[in-house]
Every structure is written in structure tokens, then in C-alpha cells.
């Protein structure tokens, strides 16, 4: 149970800067999700928590020690890895008790510390097995009761869930969020799976390329993303953005309609900028089968390339300006591919990021 | 007509049958035999003598030959012992260069290409009392002022049949264990540190259990390289002085060639086999034990 600080913390591998100087800092029983596309630092971010990497510069805080020069034994943290690394002599019961064997802490501790753990993650048939003999959503249990029988400051999960199938991925999902319900503590949790990072999280700390695009609940960075790269990254199906020119309170969309700046967008824009409009396939869809309207909204026709039936909804898929826009239709009827449709967009719930910086003009 | 017609699969055996039987067999056999005889190189017709057990009696009764089996247990628990633990030092150290490691594994295994006898001539130079390697350092730098006769003082002579023997074979151990340290996930380790280990519990705990299953079989095959020594010793001292350095192979040699006593010499050497087929089967179950336990076995 404590704070983790990041200063201004650097990661380089000789001349290769990784990780540029990032600043964050997570709250006490807080589940912070690190997200981003692979190769983006969040595992070195994890590993430099953990003590496995040397930080190259800045300072690392967990509670109210600087942990820069520990080595990871001594910074009472737990890890699971991505691919368990559990300890293939021992069975379930020792790989479980191991960190405590080596504190030496008394037989009855130990036993019942595993006990509970086994209890927490029904592990109690399986305790005199190896882990050989063990499927792999047993094996990620047992690394993830081997963190929780430390009582560890924080726990850190590195990509625990991706070498799991999808049906078993929902349902360990689902597991971590309840124990971290039971067992009140930080978490640091590091993935490539938005929707996993939406559906843990406190927070969410969105990286690139060694630097943070952002953080915010899952809500904040899904409604209001900093830049069109969180934009893309977080939701699914990702953000339609279209590149155009703000021109007398209107954005005309290059070879497309023209779109009204929306209203948290007005005063924000001068005539002329380039900009890039951003909108989710739930905020356009064809007139009568869209939410009602509330705010303002703009309607333009569309030519629908193809569409995906989903059931409740179908997903369609056409072009404005030359680039492919995802919309969404409800309560949806047959639509044939090549029908021309008028489309609602609601203004209100749309984007506006500057064409230059990329960045929100929230 | 009918011809006797063997069985295709006979047929397809014959060639490796005959090849076994000229290479293996018979001559087993006939070293077996001869085991029962009193046969001697110079006199041919002994071969044909039956003596009973009489050779193996003389051998069990023989304080000689227990010197030498046992003095073979001695160098076989000593050498082995420790060029598993230098092997496994090497190896670690060799495991953590990052720059050159290639080169130093290769520069690891030349003493395994030098022919066992050079080894045993260098080192009989090196140990020489008058003009050695070592009597020369040792006065030059003042430690002793005497020739210490290395490979006249019968305890002197073991050792320096030991240090030739760790010098030639310590990579054996080193490069096996070097190849079982290669295979070491870097995961199980990393949550080992993360679950508090200190380097050496990590070592203890973690990377031992997986290098043992390379350990074993280094002992394995450097037990059956031990029990069968002979060209080292035989060059170094020729199992002298007065018989203080003579292992069960130089015995036997001895025994079968100089004094041409070839029947007892096979006696001899079928109880030695024991020896070799004991420590063989033993490293064995180790090995297996040290699977299962990583879940390896099959």
C-alpha cells in the first residue's frame, strides 16, 4: 500500500534513449493500466519500477523511499509476468510460498498465507501439482497468488493476460478486477489491449515512443482525448479524423461537406488553420436510425461502401474526402453496398485537433 | 525342393549382427573366457587350460589390485568433485561476459584437444624435481629451498596426477554447464529477485535445479573417463613410486602386457567394469530424478 513516483525518469540503452523523462505519479490503492503500442516503453516503465532495469536518469519513489539504487528484493513489490515465470521444481504450494521461505518467516505464517492465497484465486485442489501439470489460466493464477501472499507495496503486471486465449482473457480480466477488490493495494498493469486498460483502470497513462500521450480515467481519455494519437488508440473502432480548413465559422473537409466548428470548438479556432476533425462511429449515423439529436449536428449524404451487421447495430463503412469513415446504424435494416445515405453527425460529441501539432484544441 | 529359407528380418540383421559379433561380441567373449585360463601372451597353449574362478580369487584376494581400486574411487570422487565445481565457477563467469565470450568459450576447450598423453608429458615436466615448472617458481620466489619431488612422494605423485587430470577436464564441465545455463529462462529468475532472493538464493534456488540435469551428465561421462584412466598416470608415473599412484587400468596394463599375464588381467578387469557400470547407472537416476523435478521427463 503506497505511493509510486516517477520524476523525470530516463531509460537509454547506450545511445538509444527509450524512455524520454516521464513524470507520473499513482495514488495509493490506485490501478494505474499503462497502454500503448509494443515498443512504446510501457514494459521498461514497468521493469524500471520494478528494479529489473537500472533507470539511466531521474528518480523513482515507492511510498516515501527513493528506490533508484535498490535492487528489486529490497523494494517489496510483486510482479507477474507475462508468461507466469513460475518456478517449474516446485509445486503450486512452494511456488506460492517461496518469497516467504526466503524471508524466513515461520512454517504457520507461511501455510496459512498460501492458504488464504489459494482460497482468493481457488487454487486448493491444485496445490501439491507442478506447474507442468497445470492449464494456463491455473498457471496465471498461481503467479498472481504468488504476488498477493507477499503483501507487497504494489503490484506490478506485466502483459499478464496475453498469452491466454479470449475467452479465458475476459474471465482473468474479470478476476484481477475483483482482486483488487479484495485485496486493497496499488497496481501498476501494463498492456497493449485498450479494452483491457478501459475496463481495469483507474487511470490510464497512454505511451509512445517513450513519451506519455496522456493520462486520465478511462472515461476522460475516451471522451476527451489529448491528441489524435490517444484518439485512435483508445476506443473501438478507432476515431474517423478528417483533415480541413477552418473557413468563417465552418470546416470545410477537403473535397467533402462542410461541418460547423462545433460549439467547445468556437473561439478556439482563427480562419484558415488547418485542422482535423475527429468524430467516433457513434456520433454519425443515418438519419432515422440515429439517437435523437439533442445539441447541434450537421447531415451530409454518404455512399455506403459496406456494411457489417452486428446484430443491434451495423457498422458502416464509407468514404468522405478520400478516407474511410466508420458509422454506426440503429436498429438496423439491410443496407446494400453502393446505397447513397443521408448521415446525421452530432456536433456536439466531435473532435477538433490542430493539423500541425496533432494536439486537442479543447 | 525345399531350401531353408531364414526370416526377412534376420536377413536384414545379418550385416549388423556380423559387424557386432566381430567387433563386440566375440572378442567380449573371448576376453571372458580367457578370464578363466591362465592364459599368458608367451605361451599360447595356456589359453586352452581351465582354471575355474581361480584368476578372480587371486584378484579378491589381492592387496595390490584393492590399492589400486580404491585409490581409483579416491581419484574419481576428488577429481570429480572438483572439476564440477570449478567447471560450474568457470562456467558462471564465463556466462556474464558479455564482450569476447565466443573467443573464450573456444580458448575454454583447448585443453580438450590435446592428446591425454601430451598432458601427461607436460605435466611430468612441469612437476619434474630438478628441472620443473614448479620447483623453479617455487625457489625463485623464495617459498621453498628444497626440490620438492612431486612425482616421487607417493601423496605429491596424487596430487599431481590430480591437477593434470582437473587441468584436461574441467571444460568438460565447464561447457556442459555453460550450455545448461544458456538455457535458463531469464523469467523464473527475474521473479525470483522480485520475490526477494539475493543473488546467491537466486543461484541456489532457481539456477541450480536447472543446471543439475547438465551436471549429471558431465559426471556421467567424466566417471566413465576417470574409472578407465590410464594414459595420464601411466606417462606421469607409471603408477610408481613402489606402486603408490597405480589406478586399476595401469594394473590391468601392467599386468596384461609387461607381465603378459592376459587371463588375469581380463579377471581384473570384468570386476573393474563393475565399478564403471555402477557409477554410469548411478549419475543416471540422478539425471532422471533432476528431470522430473523440472517436469522434463518423458
Redesign the interface.
Given at each position: 500500500m503506497a505511493k509510486v513516483n516517477l520524476r523525470k525518469v530516463v531509460k537509454k540503452y547506450g545511445a538509444l534513449q527509450v524512455v524520454h523523462g516521464i513524470d507520473l505519479e499513482i495514488d495509493d490503492n490506485e490501478f494505474v493500466v499503462l497502454v500503448g503500442p509494443s515498443g512504446c516503453g510501457k514494459s521498461t516503465t514497468l521493469r524500471m519500477i520494478a528494479g529489473l532495469e537500472a533507470i539511466s536518469d531521474g528518480e523513482i519513489s515507492i511510498g516515501e523511499r527513493v528506490v533508484n539504487d535498490l535492487p528489486p528484493r529490497n523494494r517489496n513489490i510483486s510482479m507477474v509476468f507475462q508468461n507466469y515465470a513460475l518456478y517449474p521444481h516446485m509445486t503450486v504450494r512452494e511456488n506460492l510460498g517461496f518469497s516467504l521461505k526466503i524471508a524466513k518467516r515461520p512454517q504457520e505464517e507461511i501455510d496459512r498465507a498460501v492458504e488464504a492465497a489459494a482460497q482468493i484465486l481457488s487454487l486448493s485442489e491444485y496445490m501439491d501439482r507442478k506447474p507442468g501439470a497445470l492449464s494456463g489460466g491455473q498457471r496465471q493464477r498461481v503467479a498472481m497468488g504468488r504476488a498477493i501472499v507477499r503483501h507487497p507495496d504494489v503490484f506490478l503486471f506485466d502483459e499478464p493476460l496475453s498469452n491466454l486465449d479470449a475467452k479465458l482473457r475476459t474471465q482473468m480480466r474479470t478476476e484481477i478486477k475483483k482482486l483488487h477488490q479484495k485485496v486493497k493495494s496499488t497496481i501498476v498493469y501494463v498492456t497493449h489491449d485498450q479494452v483491457e486498460a478501459m475496463t481495469l483502470a483507474d487511470r490510464i497513462v497512454i505511451m509512445r515512443d517513450g513519451h506519455i500521450e496522456q493520462v486520465g480515467t478511462p472515461l476522460e481519455v475516451f471522451e476527451t482525448p489529448a491528441n489524435t494519437f490517444v484518439a485512435t488508440f483508445i476506443g473501438s473502432p478507432p476515431m474517423n479524423l478528417l483533415a480541413g480548413r477552418v473557413a468563417d465559422g465552418e470546416i470545410a473537409i477537403e473535397g467533402g461537406p462542410q461541418i460547423a466548428v462545433p460549439d467547445p470548438f468556437s473561439g478556439k479556432v482563427v480562419n484558415g488553420q488547418e485542422v482535423i476533425l475527429g468524430f467516433r462511429s457513434d456520433n454519425l449515423m443515418p438519419a432515422g436510425h440515429a439517437m435523437p439529436m439533442e445539441g447541434g449536428f450537421t447531415e451530409f449524404d454518404m455512399k455506403v461502401d459496406l456494411s457489417e451487421p452486428l446484430g443491434t447495430e451495423t457498422l458502416l463503412f464509407g468514404s468522405l474526402a478520400g478516407k474511410e469513415v466508420q458509422a454506426k446504424m440503429l436498429n438496423p435494416r439491410p443496407v446494400s453496398d453502393g446505397e447513397e445515405l443521408r448521415f446525421q453527425l452530432d456536433l456536439t460529441r466531435c473532435h477538433l485537433f490542430d493539423a500541425n501539432s496533432q494536439q486537442s484544441l479543447r | 525342393m525345399s531350401r531353408f529359407r531364414p526370416p526377412p528380418w534376420f536377413v536384414l540383421l545379418l550385416p549388423a549382427i556380423i559387424i557386432l559379433s566381430a567387433v563386440v561380441l566375440i572378442p567380449l567373449l573371448l576376453s571372458l573366457y580367457s578370464s578363466f585360463t591362465p592364459y599368458r601372451l608367451t605361451r599360447p597353449e595356456t589359453l586352452y587350460k581351465w582354471i575355474g574362478t581361480y584368476n578372480y580369487e587371486k584378484a579378491i584376494e589381492s592387496a595390490h589390485f584393492w590399492a589400486a581400486f580404491g585409490r581409483t574411487i579416491l581419484l574419481l570422487t576428488i577429481a570429480l568433485n572438483l572439476e564440477m565445481l570449478m567447471g560450474l565457477g568457470l562456467a558462471l563467469l564465463v556466462n556474464k561476459v558479455t564482450y569476447g565470450q565466443r573467443t573464450l568459450r573456444t580458448v575454454m576447450m583447448f585443453p580438450m584437444m590435446f592428446s591425454p598423453i601430451l598432458v601427461g608429458f607436460q605435466f611430468k615436466f612441469i612437476f619434474n624435481d630438478n628441472v620443473g615448472l614448479v620447483n623453479n617458481a617455487l625457489q625463485s620466489l623464495g617459498l621453498s629451498n628444497v626440490a620438492i619431488p612431486w612425482l616421487v612422494d607417493g601423496q605429491l605423485a596424487f596430487f599431481s596426477i590430480l591437477v593434470a587430470e582437473m587441468w584436461s577436464s574441467t571444460s568438460v564441465f565447464a561447457i556442459l554447464i555453460l550450455a545448461g545455463l544458456f538455457a535458463v529462462?531469464r523469467?523464473?529468475i527475474?521473479?525470483?529477485?522480485?520475490?526477494?532472493?539475493?543473488p546467491w538464493?537466486s543461484f541456489r534456488?532457481?539456477t541450480l535445479?536447472?543446471i543439475m540435469p547438465f551436471i549429471y551428465i558431465a559426471l556421467a561421462i567424466r566417471s566413465l573417463d576417470v574409472a578407465r584412466a590410464y594414459d595420464i598416470v601411466q606417462i606421469m608415473t607409471n603408477g610408481g613410486p613402489a606402486r603408490r599412484t597405480e589406478l586399476l587400468w595401469t594394473l590391468i596394463g601392467r599386468t596384461g602386457y609387461v607381465d603378459a599375464k592376459m587371463g588375469y588381467a581380463n579377471a581384473m578387469g570384468y570386476i573393474s567394469i563393475f565399478l564403471a557400470i555402477f557409477f554410469t547407472i548411478y549419475f543416471f537416476r540422478k539425471l532422471n530424478a533432476a528431470r522430473s523435478?523440472?517436469?522434463m521427463a518423458g
Amino acid at each position: 500500500m503506497a505511493k509510486v513516483n516517477l520524476r523525470k525518469v530516463v531509460k537509454k540503452y547506450g545511445a538509444l534513449q527509450v524512455v524520454h523523462g516521464i513524470d507520473l505519479e499513482i495514488d495509493d490503492n490506485e490501478f494505474v493500466v499503462l497502454v500503448g503500442p509494443s515498443g512504446c516503453g510501457k514494459s521498461t516503465t514497468l521493469r524500471m519500477i520494478a528494479g529489473l532495469e537500472a533507470i539511466s536518469d531521474g528518480e523513482i519513489s515507492i511510498g516515501e523511499r527513493v528506490v533508484n539504487d535498490l535492487p528489486p528484493r529490497n523494494r517489496n513489490i510483486s510482479m507477474v509476468f507475462q508468461n507466469y515465470a513460475l518456478y517449474p521444481h516446485m509445486t503450486v504450494r512452494e511456488n506460492l510460498g517461496f518469497s516467504l521461505k526466503i524471508a524466513k518467516r515461520p512454517q504457520e505464517e507461511i501455510d496459512r498465507a498460501v492458504e488464504a492465497a489459494a482460497q482468493i484465486l481457488s487454487l486448493s485442489e491444485y496445490m501439491d501439482r507442478k506447474p507442468g501439470a497445470l492449464s494456463g489460466g491455473q498457471r496465471q493464477r498461481v503467479a498472481m497468488g504468488r504476488a498477493i501472499v507477499r503483501h507487497p507495496d504494489v503490484f506490478l503486471f506485466d502483459e499478464p493476460l496475453s498469452n491466454l486465449d479470449a475467452k479465458l482473457r475476459t474471465q482473468m480480466r474479470t478476476e484481477i478486477k475483483k482482486l483488487h477488490q479484495k485485496v486493497k493495494s496499488t497496481i501498476v498493469y501494463v498492456t497493449h489491449d485498450q479494452v483491457e486498460a478501459m475496463t481495469l483502470a483507474d487511470r490510464i497513462v497512454i505511451m509512445r515512443d517513450g513519451h506519455i500521450e496522456q493520462v486520465g480515467t478511462p472515461l476522460e481519455v475516451f471522451e476527451t482525448p489529448a491528441n489524435t494519437f490517444v484518439a485512435t488508440f483508445i476506443g473501438s473502432p478507432p476515431m474517423n479524423l478528417l483533415a480541413g480548413r477552418v473557413a468563417d465559422g465552418e470546416i470545410a473537409i477537403e473535397g467533402g461537406p462542410q461541418i460547423a466548428v462545433p460549439d467547445p470548438f468556437s473561439g478556439k479556432v482563427v480562419n484558415g488553420q488547418e485542422v482535423i476533425l475527429g468524430f467516433r462511429s457513434d456520433n454519425l449515423m443515418p438519419a432515422g436510425h440515429a439517437m435523437p439529436m439533442e445539441g447541434g449536428f450537421t447531415e451530409f449524404d454518404m455512399k455506403v461502401d459496406l456494411s457489417e451487421p452486428l446484430g443491434t447495430e451495423t457498422l458502416l463503412f464509407g468514404s468522405l474526402a478520400g478516407k474511410e469513415v466508420q458509422a454506426k446504424m440503429l436498429n438496423p435494416r439491410p443496407v446494400s453496398d453502393g446505397e447513397e445515405l443521408r448521415f446525421q453527425l452530432d456536433l456536439t460529441r466531435c473532435h477538433l485537433f490542430d493539423a500541425n501539432s496533432q494536439q486537442s484544441l479543447r | 525342393m525345399s531350401r531353408f529359407r531364414p526370416p526377412p528380418w534376420f536377413v536384414l540383421l545379418l550385416p549388423a549382427i556380423i559387424i557386432l559379433s566381430a567387433v563386440v561380441l566375440i572378442p567380449l567373449l573371448l576376453s571372458l573366457y580367457s578370464s578363466f585360463t591362465p592364459y599368458r601372451l608367451t605361451r599360447p597353449e595356456t589359453l586352452y587350460k581351465w582354471i575355474g574362478t581361480y584368476n578372480y580369487e587371486k584378484a579378491i584376494e589381492s592387496a595390490h589390485f584393492w590399492a589400486a581400486f580404491g585409490r581409483t574411487i579416491l581419484l574419481l570422487t576428488i577429481a570429480l568433485n572438483l572439476e564440477m565445481l570449478m567447471g560450474l565457477g568457470l562456467a558462471l563467469l564465463v556466462n556474464k561476459v558479455t564482450y569476447g565470450q565466443r573467443t573464450l568459450r573456444t580458448v575454454m576447450m583447448f585443453p580438450m584437444m590435446f592428446s591425454p598423453i601430451l598432458v601427461g608429458f607436460q605435466f611430468k615436466f612441469i612437476f619434474n624435481d630438478n628441472v620443473g615448472l614448479v620447483n623453479n617458481a617455487l625457489q625463485s620466489l623464495g617459498l621453498s629451498n628444497v626440490a620438492i619431488p612431486w612425482l616421487v612422494d607417493g601423496q605429491l605423485a596424487f596430487f599431481s596426477i590430480l591437477v593434470a587430470e582437473m587441468w584436461s577436464s574441467t571444460s568438460v564441465f565447464a561447457i556442459l554447464i555453460l550450455a545448461g545455463l544458456f538455457a535458463v529462462p531469464r523469467d523464473p529468475i527475474e521473479a525470483a529477485k522480485v520475490d526477494g532472493c539475493t543473488p546467491w538464493q537466486s543461484f541456489r534456488h532457481i539456477t541450480l535445479p536447472y543446471i543439475m540435469p547438465f551436471i549429471y551428465i558431465a559426471l556421467a561421462i567424466r566417471s566413465l573417463d576417470v574409472a578407465r584412466a590410464y594414459d595420464i598416470v601411466q606417462i606421469m608415473t607409471n603408477g610408481g613410486p613402489a606402486r603408490r599412484t597405480e589406478l586399476l587400468w595401469t594394473l590391468i596394463g601392467r599386468t596384461g602386457y609387461v607381465d603378459a599375464k592376459m587371463g588375469y588381467a581380463n579377471a581384473m578387469g570384468y570386476i573393474s567394469i563393475f565399478l564403471a557400470i555402477f557409477f554410469t547407472i548411478y549419475f543416471f537416476r540422478k539425471l532422471n530424478a533432476a528431470r522430473s523435478e523440472l517436469g522434463m521427463a518423458g
